[in-house]
T-cell receptor, first 115, second 115 residues
Framework: AQSVTQLDSHVSVSEGTPVLLRCNYS??????LFWYVQHPNKGLQLLLK??????LVKGINGFEAEFKKSETSFHLTKPSAHMSDAAEYFC?????????????FGTGTQLKVEL | DGGITQSPKYLFRKEGQNVTLSCEQN?????MYWYRQDPGQGLRLIYY???????QKGDIAEGYSVSREKKESFPLTVTSAQKNPTAFYLC??????????????FGPGTRLTVT
């Protein structure tokens, strides 16, 4: 079975400082990994995805993530936080092959950006 | 514009009543999904469908039913058998399963309150 653990439920940063949202995963196969963002009372928007190509993945809005197989991690980073980045972020792992393209979601990290 | 629409945005029902949530997509995607979101629990899969006239139970299907009569539409019925129906419901779609995993695209969600 696959699983994903988001190590922090809340992260608070100052505007202009770096962002680090941590994610570890577990799977018995080579997974695809995703980060999604959700603003209050909205649907989820894809930030970036890893699908076994380059291990450093660049996404929208200046976010990037690095796939580290040896550490089973897929942490999300951004060099400089903006107020508009305040939202909830979900790390997601793909389901097993042949399982219908299902995804398993982490419990989310709430990012707060302060002036 | 291509996308996923969910209606209504807010829905209020009395306990004991069935209620149907609408989900429509014009992305020409084969697969569609229903998730439930509760605070601090991430997203949990209720039902999914990979093709018209076929669907499978997800992790928390009890008390819910779906149909997939058209490629574009995947309505979810929350029945009176669902013990705790108050939640935020999200519909998603994807190309389907191929040689790699495809990201899912999400609708804006429906917030259901049952009293």
């Amino acid at each position: 079975a696959q699983s994903v653990t988001q190590l922090d439920s809340h992260v608070s940063v100052s505007e202009g400082t770096p962002v680090l949202l941590r994610c570890n995963y577990s799977s018995s196969y080579s997974p695809s990994l995703f980060w999604y963002v959700q603003h209050p009372n909205k649907g989820l928007q894809l930030l970036l995805k890893y699908t076994s190509a380059a291990t450093l993945v660049k996404g929208i809005n200046g976010f990037e993530a690095e796939f580290k197989k040896s550490e089973t991690s897929f942490h999300l980073t951004k060099p400089s936080a903006h107020m508009s980045d305040a939202a909830e972020y979900f790390c997601v792992v793909s389901g097993p092959p042949g399982g219908g393209n299902k995804l398993t979601f982490g419990t989310g990290t709430q990012l707060k950006v302060e002036l | 514009d291509g996308g996923i629409t969910q209606s209504p945005k807010y829905l209020f029902r009395k306990e004991g009543q069935n209620v149907t949530l609408s989900c429509e997509q014009n992305l020409n995607h084969d697969a569609m999904y229903w998730y439930r979101q509760d605070p601090g629990q991430g997203l949990r899969l209720i039902y999914y469908s990979q093709i018209v006239n076929d669907f499978q139970k997800g992790d928390i299907a009890e008390g819910y039913s779906v149909s997939r009569e058209k490629k574009e539409s995947f309505p979810l019925t929350v029945t009176s058998a669902q013990k705790n129906p108050t939640a935020f419901y999200l519909c998603a779609s994807s190309i389907g399963e191929g040689t790699s995993f495809y990201e899912q695209y999400f609708g804006p969600g429906t917030r259901l309150t049952v009293t």
